[in-house]
């Protein structure tokens, strides 16, 4: 009994030494130029929790400040089950972007590819991520050139304002997503907003989004479960709409985006389903919280801004005839707004940071990245560095107004994997705002603020308190 209890320890023993062996690569046999930092206490999780611990967005969190302060904008830990350098330098994050596929590649855990499926925009690489990013690039391309996508948020902004009239506060994270989702929906799928199966896929989607930053654990029940449950209903509801509309049945051609990908026969079925899923998911959760933050810090921060705001766009509904939309000339003269929303993003944060891993050894700056390392360029740290951006932490549209344009800004990424729709949450952030400043005064209403999770959402949905405003005040 006590030799088979000591070789069980021994096993034990055995195995510990292997696992710690495992984690801590880097002490044993990587160059001396490796950036200093710590790889945690934790076998596999590393420092992967002290991380993601949730923070305003408008700051870099404890970990981020602690470590930097300690070892310096580039550092070394162990997150997401892997040795990882952590960049907090715009010009190591541009470099790494810069040279996607050469030096580094897009790399995300197994679990975002569990959720969000093998062909996302977002997970795939080479020449699948190519021939993807070229298709979203069309769509986002034809919206802009298209009357009807500037007349179509107008629509969709004006019904919103509209339902607000006789309410005294609203959720906006709630108005803003179904705004967005609303549009996006109309955009690709030809959808109304009265439609049931357009309520079914938002919900859906809402369940989707909750588990994308939950605990990956593919048990019934569990956030994670429900999300990849609830991906796969919305699959199931787009291959439903592309096959009625593969029938080829009179009147069943819409004009719209699917059209376009139906006809596209050098992608499969199953890329085409999920190209629809990133454009929904991209156009829907990315600028609803563009528009929550812009309504955030404009209400919690600055009157002056909003002041400002409100009679830029009163002197371009003043130029307006009665009843006339907005259109791409009148987006192009809201200057002060797009300062607006450019600041909104740097304080923000829509994205915090990206995923990429080393394809082969690299040396830049004086540091050694090993090949296989995780890599993750961190935005945040970046935009609200003090030593870059004068005043970082306070939201002031006015940095923006400068001669010297501000620098070290990526809300977006950069390099092959830029965000594709990126003009698009402006314009439909700008047309939005152009109606809200005109139409309501709004207050935040109880202790909320955009927490990256490390997705940004506010915990309480943003409840504002509203007030009708007459044109003329």
């Given at each position: 009994m006590g030799d088979l209890v000591l070789a069980l320890l021994s096993g034990v023993l055995l195995a510990l030494i292997l696992l710690l062996l495992n984690f801590v690569p880097a002490r044993r046999k990587y160059s001396n130029n490796i950036p200093y930092g710590s790889m945690g206490y934790w076998p596999f999780l590393g420092e992967t929790l002290s991380f993601l611990k949730p923070h305003q967005s408008n700051s870099i969190g404890s970990f981020l400040e602690s470590h930097c302060s300690r070892y310096g904008k580039v550092f070394k830990s162990h997150l997401f089950g892997s040795p990882t350098i952590v960049s907090c330098d715009h010009e190591m994050n541009m470099f790494i972007l810069q040279n996607e596929e050469k030096l580094f590649q897009c790399s995300y855990p197994k679990p975002i590819h569990g959720i969000l499926g093998?062909?996302?925009?977002?997970?795939?690489?080479?020449?699948?991520?190519?021939?993807?990013?070229?298709?979203?690039?069309?769509?986002?391309?034809?919206?802009?050139?298209?009357?009807?996508?500037?007349?179509?948020?107008?629509k969709l902004t004006v019904s919103c304002m509209q339902s607000w009239k006789n309410k005294n506060e609203v959720v906006f994270c709630d108005e803003a997503k179904k705004f967005t989702f609303n549009?996006?929906?109309?955009?690709?799928?030809?959808?109304?907003?009265?439609?049931?199966?357009?309520?079914?896929?938002?919900?859906?989607?809402?369940?989707?989004?909750?588990?994308l930053v939950s605990i990956p654990l593919y048990i019934p029940g569990t956030p994670y479960g429900r999300a990849v449950k609830a991906r796969a209903r919305i699959c199931s509801t787009v291959r439903a709409i592309m096959r009625e509309r593969g029938k080829g049945n009179v009147g069943l051609e819409k004009r719209d985006f699917l059209d376009v990908l139906l006809s596209n026969t050098s992608i499969s079925s199953e890329g085409k389903v999920s190209i629809v899923l990133d454009l929904l998911l991209g156009g829907y959760e990315t600028t609803s919280i563009?528009?929550?933050?812009?309504?955030?810090?404009?209400?919690q921060y600055s009157q002056h801004a909003l002041d400002k705001l409100k009679s830029e766009h009163r002197v371009i509904r003043e130029r307006k005839k009665g009843g006339e939309t907005l259109d791409w000339e009148d987006y192009k003269q809201m200057q002060f707004t797009h300062y607006v929303i450019n600041e909104a993003l740097r304080c923000g944060n829509v994205v915090k940071f990206?995923?990429?891993?080393?394809?082969?050894?690299?040396?830049?700056?004086?540091?050694?990245?090993?090949?296989?390392?995780?890599?993750?360029?961190?935005?945040s740290a970046v935009h609200l560095d003090p030593s870059l951006h004068e005043n970082a932490s306070q939201f002031d549209p006015w940095r923006w107004a400068v001669q010297e344009p501000v620098k070290n800004v990526a809300p977006f990424g950069g390099g092959p994997r830029l965000c594709p729709g990126a003009e698009l949450a402006k314009i439909e952030t700008a047309f939005f705002l152009h109606h809200l400043v005109l139409s309501y005064r709004w207050m935040i209403k109880e202790t909320d603020h955009p927490l990256a999770y490390p997705y940004v959402e506010f915990k309480k949905g943003l409840p504002i308190e509203i007030e009708l405003q007459?044109?003329?005040s």
């Open positions: 093998n062909l996302s925009l977002l997970v795939v690489v080479g020449d699948v991520h190519k021939k993807l990013r070229n298709v979203a690039l069309s769509f986002t391309n034809t919206c802009k050139s298209k009357p009807e996508y500037l007349h179509d948020i107008e549009l996006m929906v109309k955009q690709i799928l030809s959808m109304e907003p009265d439609d049931p199966l357009c309520s079914n896929i938002l919900q859906d989607f809402q369940t989707f989004m909750k588990g563009l528009m929550s933050t812009t309504v955030y810090f404009l209400g990206v995923h990429r891993k080393a394809l082969k050894d690299v040396n830049f700056k004086g540091y050694h990245i090993p090949c296989g390392w995780r890599v993750l360029p961190v935005f007459d044109s003329s």
